[in-house]
Nanobody, 126 residues
Framework: QVQLVESGGGLVQAGDSLRLSCAAS??????????FGWFRQAPGGGREGVSS????????YYGESGKGRFTISRDDAKNRVYLQMVDLKPEDTERYFC?????????????????WGQGTQVTVSS
């Protein structure tokens, strides 16, 4: 039983930075048992994988949208997962979702995750 809540989105200008946060909680929840991922989705579009981090924190993966400008991290003591985004561009204007699965490692496919937050909107103006 896992609940995920994203925060940190907002309206920014191109070139700005944002740090998204995912707060995890739940009864009998042990954060270090879970792999986490960040996904994003535009209206009418598919949900694509941005980045993931293994339960141990020792392995990270980045999709095409997450390479170069985004960095995933986790702080298990605070039950938090972060996505640091720099040099934001208009094409980053999407809703960003946090996802989790009980596993030591997972990739960037939506079907690999079974817990999802409601998302946080990121809008980048030109």
């Amino acid at each position: 039983q896992v609940q995920l809540v994203e925060s940190g989105g907002g309206l920014v200008q191109a070139g700005d930075s944002l740090r998204l946060s995912c707060a995890a909680s739940g009864s009998s929840f042990n954060m270090d048992d879970y792999t986490f991922g960040w996904f994003r989705q535009a209206p009418g579009g598919g949900r694509e994988g941005v980045s993931s981090i293994s339960a141990s924190g020792r392995s990270t993966y980045y999709g095409e949208s997450g390479k170069g400008r985004f960095t995933i991290s986790r702080d298990d003591a605070k039950n938090r997962v972060y996505l640091q985004m720099v040099d934001l561009k208009p094409e980053d204007t999407e809703r960003y979702f946090c996802a989790a699965v009980y596993s030591s490692v997972r990739g960037l496919s939506r079907h690999e995750y079974d817990h999802w937050g409601q998302g946080t909107q990121v809008t980048v103006s030109s």
